[in-house]
């Protein structure tokens, strides 16, 4: 057993025990991972500290005193007591990677990036139990016992909260080549206007989201008001428009990643794509995070983390 932080003169009891069981210093040492020297020393140290001999030394054998004898069943209480606070920590400590966590995700993001792998995960932690509330907007985590937020941009003014950054992802004008044959391909966000939109109206503020876009040129942000044809406030119906051939959209790259890198949907405006944002997992700041909530965590950030396409 590993001795824990203990004071002097009790690590010293405890090392007084160990050497009687073991019936040599050198064996005592072994045992403990220190010098012969350093366990001769630590008990004549307590011997002179209290006044008293706890051992007959001789060459070949050691003994007990009188006082040694009426010590020894104390130190022994003591290090039976210490090696049942470590296994009961053992098991808290196990205990803990067993259970319940509740996530709440971007609904898109839940559906597309992590269902997909959740049943490997699963299946390789069949003790952890997986709670998955589905929404866009930012919950409070301690009112509705929630272990990790999926969140992504600014997470600023979010006091008592840790997060965590997962990977970063692009915001992408996409269409099929299919729309883009018939209709042209814009060359820059003015050019939207000429054009079918599709529109994702954010259900926390109610309103149509812009499209942001930053010029090549000189770097200047553009925010773009998009006047949409069709509005969807579910990112994957939004996509699957789009992805039909209906006009363009404006979406996270991760949304589509297959239809992407298959051709099947093209980006376009690339050069004025926006900085990458992050994605993070946000939790309550706590003193200990429960095993269990690490290893989802973990997971999350195994996700495919890189974006390319």
């Not at 808290?92 to 049943?119: D, H």
């Not at 942001?212 to 949409?228: E, Q």
């Not at 939790?283 to 995070?289: C, N």
Request: glycine content about 8%; aromatic content about 6%; hydrophobic content about 40%.
């Amino acid at each position: 057993m590993s001795t824990p932080s203990l004071s002097p003169g009790l690590l010293q009891l405890l090392w007084f025990v160990r050497i009687v069981e073991a019936g040599s210093f050198a064996e005592a040492a072994r045992r403990a991972g220190v010098t012969t020297s350093a366990m001769s020393k630590a008990l004549t140290r307590f011997e002179q500290k209290h006044g008293v001999r706890l051992l007959h030394r001789t060459t070949h054998a050691l003994s007990l005193t009188d006082e040694g004898d009426r010590l020894l069943g104390q130190g022994r209480h003591l290090l039976d007591s210490l090696e049942q606070i470590e296994t009961s920590l053992a098991e808290l400590g196990n205990q803990s990677a067993i259970g319940r966590v509740r996530i709440t995700a971007p609904t898109a993001f839940a559906r597309t990036c992590i269902m997909p792998e959740l049943p490997a995960f699963l299946h390789a932690h069949p003790e952890i139990n997986i709670e998955i509330q589905l929404g866009d907007e930012m919950a409070d985590l301690a009112t509705r016992g929630i272990d990790l937020a999926i969140r992504s941009g600014s997470l600023v003014g979010l006091p008592g909260h840790i997060s965590r950054k997962l990977y970063s992802f692009p915001w992408i004008a996409c269409a099929t080549p299919e729309y883009l044959r018939l209709h042209g391909v814009p060359e820059t966000p003015e050019d939207l206007a000429g054009h079918r939109q599709i529109g994702f109206r954010n259900k926390g503020t109610g309103q149509i989201d812009n499209w942001r876009f930053m010029s090549p040129v000189d770097g200047k942000a553009i925010r773009h008001v998009p006047r949409p044809k069709h509005v969807f406030d579910d990112g994957e119906a939004a996509w699957s428009i789009v992805r039909a051939g209906f006009g363009i959209g404006w979406a996270p790259a991760w949304l589509g990643l297959d239809d992407l890198r298959s051709g099947h949907v093209v980006e376009i405006l690339k050069d004025w794509r926006i900085a990458e944002a992050p994605l993070s997992a946000v939790r309550l700041e706590k003193r200990h995070t429960p095993a269990r909530t690490q290893i989802v965590m973990d997971f999350l950030a195994a996700l495919p983390s890189t974006w390319q396409i």
